[in-house]
């Protein structure tokens, strides 16, 4: 307003000098409208928000806003003029008052874009400018320029049309080239990425542009026209990425650097499942707090070969890609003596539940014998904490895949109570928690594929709830749980707990399900609206799945920890079990593959209940209340 004020003022003062071809001093009358001019000025450019605007993203708008109201002032100073009859060389001549709109519209709309070249220069600072293809010089073309150069102001944007008629032109002042001219741009100018704004009838043309370009070195992304977007034209075939915020309702936690750090830091770190959903997301945090050494240890090559090259692109730890079982025990023996592992997170596992009851030997092999194999080499190391990845399914089970989680929790309690006996200062616990986001098998990757495909979207029930967090923040709670385990064990506190991670309230798959049909711009097909884009279909519960997912057993609350989305479920380790026994059994039913000793095991041990047949779906039949006849609090 200030700078405002000078300028309205010395363009009124400039005006005369230049009508008058004199440095000019004017008469009292002159004088005060000239001061008068600001009183008119100020609360006008107010009023069009000229005050309103960022400096660094002034644009045509702001500029039109600065016409209109350096014009409206210049004409109602004009009126003052007239109705107070100061006018004529002794007064405003008219010439002066088309000399004083001029001034004022130079000036302020001058102002304004020096100060926003000055805010861009010092907040580029010495950053190269790097240069941009975009495939296109249609409306899409220039949306995506003007948005990338707001938001990166060393970015240069190069254009590139088959369009003759455009070649040569400038849009928002990038220059336009013919296509032919790619190979040239991509070497003067070291452009390393491109977009593809045009939409061919023939989607093979378009696949040949995207391979020219990729054959230049580019990373190339395609982008229909906005308005196509805008209409629904590529509803089905490009869905926005669903963001989480949106379908959890909760917010993320904020992770404890020290927290992160207690058992990743400077140590050697081994992660079992490495290259699953949890174990590379493990993997990635691991990496980032700067652990000496990263063991991966996965039964996936494809899996492995992805996550070491993925790590090795960011060039911190030291990377030892171990390809093998959990159940290998003379292999994980090896491991940890030869790499001196400090801290182990267990995420190696059988995860879906219809497939470990296809196959429930391999499921109940691999998790609850492989955390077996593992806990007993850590053990018998100089492994400082191991933590096992559990599930909510390990709750009440109703599958062998909960229920062999279940074991697996059992068995990290009797290492802890091992630990403890022995006066080793070591730490064994369990994190629990429900569903990830975006996990392979998730529900969230399905629903979008099949809204992908047109529909319909496969529901099981439509009571079914489950609980929800992101693949990151679990990860990062893991991490911390391990440590706050370990500050606990220091004093004597700790007896492989099993930690639960805050959840946020269950969702219901139904809620869900809308939620993202409606979020990629479709309409739910269904009785009130028949003609909707996307149907849902019930197919009836799965064996061994329940309607509703449970974080603990005992109906007593769970104890608060040092991290706000961390408590100890108030679960005991079962001191009447024999253990040696069950692992004796376990290996036993597995070696002679008998379906039934397995599931009167699996039973007497997790309480494992199956679904009696033709159990109604539709009910909550499935949700566990007691185990047997027995109270939950006594299990």
């Not at 005369?16 to 100020?42: E, G, H």
Request: a neutral charge; one cysteine or more; hydrophobic letters at 45%.
């Amino acid at each position: 307003m200030a700078t405002d004020t000078f300028i309205v003022v010395f363009g009124a003062w400039l005006a005369y000098c230049i009508r008058l071809d004199t440095i000019y001093v004017p008469n009292q009358s002159q004088l005060i409208l000239i001061l008068a001019a600001p009183f008119i000025a100020i609360p006008l450019f107010f009023g069009f928000g000229l005050y309103r605007s960022l400096i660094r993203y002034v644009g045509h708008e702001a500029l039109w806003s600065a016409f209109k109201a350096v014009g409206l002032t210049a004409l109602i100073w004009g009126l003052l003029a007239f109705m107070t009859r100061a006018y004529g060389i002794e007064g405003v001549p008219r010439s002066v008052l088309v000399l004083t709109w001029l001034f004022m519209l130079l000036m302020v709309v001058g102002v304004r874009l020096l100060a926003r070249w000055f805010l861009i220069v010092q907040s580029s600072g010495s950053v190269a400018r790097r240069h941009f293809l975009i495939y296109g010089a249609g409306e899409a073309a220039r949306q995506i320029a003007a948005t990338l150069q707001s938001q990166h102001p060393r970015l240069s944007v190069v254009h590139v049309t088959d369009d003759t008629s455009l070649i040569g032109s400038l849009i928002g002042g990038n220059a336009v080239y013919p296509a032919k001219n790619v190979p040239d741009l991509v070497s003067r100018y070291d452009i390393k990425d491109a977009i593809i704004t045009l939409r061919y009838q023939s989607s093979a043309k378009r696949m040949d542009v995207v391979e020219s370009l990729r054959k230049q070195g580019l990373r190339v992304r395609i982008l229909p026209p906005f308005a196509d977007i805008v209409d629904g034209k590529h509803a089905v075939n490009m869905i926005r990425e669903i963001e989480i915020g949106d379908l959890l309702g909760r917010e993320m936690a904020t992770p404890d650097k020290e927290l992160m750090e207690t058992n990743t830091r400077d140590k050697v770190v081994l992660i079992t499942g490495a290259g699953g959903s949890i174990g590379s997301e493990l993997c990635r945090q691991a990496v980032s707090l700067r652990t000496s050494k990263l063991v991966l240890l996965e039964s996936s090559e494809v899996a492995l070969y992805q996550i070491v090259r993925e790590l090795n692109q960011r060039g911190v730890a030291t990377i030892v890609p171990i390809l093998g079982s959990v159940t290998d025990q003379p292999l994980i023996k090896r491991v940890f003596d030869e790499h001196g592992v400090d801290t182990v997170f267990h995420a190696a596992a059988y995860k879906h539940v219809p497939l470990v009851e296809d196959n429930p030997f391999q499921g109940v092999i691999n998790n609850a014998l492989g955390t077996l194999s593992v806990a007993t080499a850590a053990f018998e190391s100089n492994v400082e904490v191991m933590v096992l990845v559990s599930t909510d399914k390990a709750v009440w089970p109703s599958s062998v895949m909960g229920a062999s989680k279940r074991i697996a929790e059992l068995i990290i309690q009797d290492f802890a109570a091992r630990a403890k006996r022995s006066n080793v200062q070591k730490t064994f616990c369990a994190v629990r928690f429900g569903n990830v986001i975006g996990s392979s098998g998730s529900v969230i990757p399905l629903f979008r594929e099949q809204i992908r495909n047109g529909g319909p979207l496969t529901l099981t029930d439509p009571a079914a709830t489950r609980y929800f967090m992101t693949v990151s923040e679990a990860a990062q709670l893991v991490i911390q749980a391990g440590s706050i385990a370990r500050q606990g064990n220091k004093s004597e506190q700790n007896e492989g707990d099993i930690y639960l991670l805050d959840m946020g309230e269950p969702v219901l798959i139904r809620d869900l399900a809308v939620k993202m049909i409606q979020l990629s711009n479709l309409t739910v097909s269904d009785e009130g609206n028949p003609q909707g884009d996307i149907a849902i279909e019930i197919i009836g519960l799965r064996p061994g799945e329940k309607l509703h997912e449970a974080l603990r057993y005992s109906v007593e609350a769970p104890s608060a920890t040092a991290h706000p989305k961390i408590s100890v479920a108030s679960e005991p380790p079962a001191e009447a079990l024999d253990f040696d026994k069950l692992y004796s059994d376990l290996r036993e039913v597995a070696l002679a593959q008998d379906h039934d000793r397995l599931i009167e095991l699996l039973s007497r041990v997790t309480g494992l209940e199956r679904p009696e047949p033709g159990l109604d779906s539709k009910t909550d039949a499935l949700r566990p209340q007691t185990v047997s006849g027995r109270d939950p609090s006594t299990v």
